[in-house]
């Protein structure tokens, strides 16, 4: 597949704006790609030639992100969920499976906690407790900046970032154990093991906790490893939802 010819850009409508889409619908499985913080649907362009044309294919740009509505709102994950549920229930999706990278994994994991989904899908997902909240105040600031400040978020709307970070950097949205001991659906965790932004340690927590998971984890692969490595990602997603 190629991610301009096989796929048509959607708006849907929402309660927080439009949220912009592109989709490629088939009669197999529906599949929901999210996307990481500060990116877009254009960060699954490598990964899409390899995805099986006959699942309905589904690239999010999430609230704030890419051609979506970007207001001036606080980003917490409870708002980004509700967002989406609004998108799948516009799109007339029923039980997709769900493809979450890094922060999208986060709003993955959550929607999942309280929302029918056929398969979970977990890549180098955040979310879980971070070691921001024993910093003191001046030294969670100068990070954030550091974060802004990365080349990687140039072209994304500062305001949404820093209020994601400003949030994440006080885990008053991290994924508690009791949470995610209510993931019911399947979960694939999938992990590169040499992520320097989310530790692989963490993978482990995530696969301790959840109690219908299994771990995928991809050797020499970073912090995206369905732009590195995106054969063996597309075919880890094949099998799975299949």
Same mark, same amino acid.
């Given at each position: 597949?190629?991610?301009? !010819?096989? =796929? ?9 704006? !439009? ?8 009669? *197999? ?23 099986? #044309? ?11 992100? *890419?051609? &979506? ?5 606080e980003y917490s994950v ?21 493809? *979450?990278?890094?922060?999208? *994994? ?7 906690? #309280? ?16 070691? =921001?909240? &024993?910093?003191?105040?001046?030294? !969670?600031?100068? /990070?954030?900046?550091?974060?802004? /400040?990365?080349?990687?978020? &140039? ?13 994440? =950097? ?30 692989? !340690? ?5 696969f301790a906790r959840i109690? #219908? &998971? ?7 692969? /970073? ?16 099998? =799975?939802?299949?």
């Amino acid at each position: 597949m190629d991610i301009e !010819k096989d =796929f048509i850009d959607m708006s849907v409508h929402t309660s927080f704006g !439009k949220i912009h889409v592109k989709a490629h619908e088939s009669e *197999g499985k529906q599949i929901i790609f999210l996307h990481g913080l500060g990116s877009s649907t254009r960060t699954w362009t490598t990964l899409v030639p390899f995805l099986n #044309s006959n699942n309905s294919i589904y690239l999010i740009d999430m609230l704030g992100h *890419g051609e &979506s509505a970007a207001p001036e709102l606080e980003y917490s994950v409870d708002i980004q969920v509700s967002a989406l549920r609004e998108t799948i229930a516009e799109l007339g999706i029923g039980n997709p499976s769900i493809f *979450g990278h890094s922060y999208g *994994g986060w709003i993955a994991a959550k929607y999942a906690i #309280s929302n029918e989904i056929d398969r979970l899908i977990l890549e180098d997902s955040a979310g879980l407790p971070s070691q =921001f909240g &024993s910093l003191d105040e001046a030294e !969670k600031e100068r /990070r954030k900046e550091s974060i802004l /400040r990365n080349p990687i978020l &140039s072209g994304a709307n500062q305001y949404v970032i820093k209020s994601i970070l400003d949030r994440e =950097f006080t885990d008053i949205d991290a994924l508690t154990n009791s949470e995610l001991g209510m993931i019911t659906a399947p979960t694939l965790i999938i992990w590169g093991s040499k992520d320097d932004i989310l530790d692989p !340690k963490q993978a482990d927590a995530l696969f301790a906790r959840i109690s #219908s &998971s299994t771990l995928l984890m991809i050797k020499n692969a /970073r912090h995206t490893p369905h732009y590195t490595f995106p054969m063996e990602i597309a075919k880890a997603i094949t099998n =799975f939802v299949r």
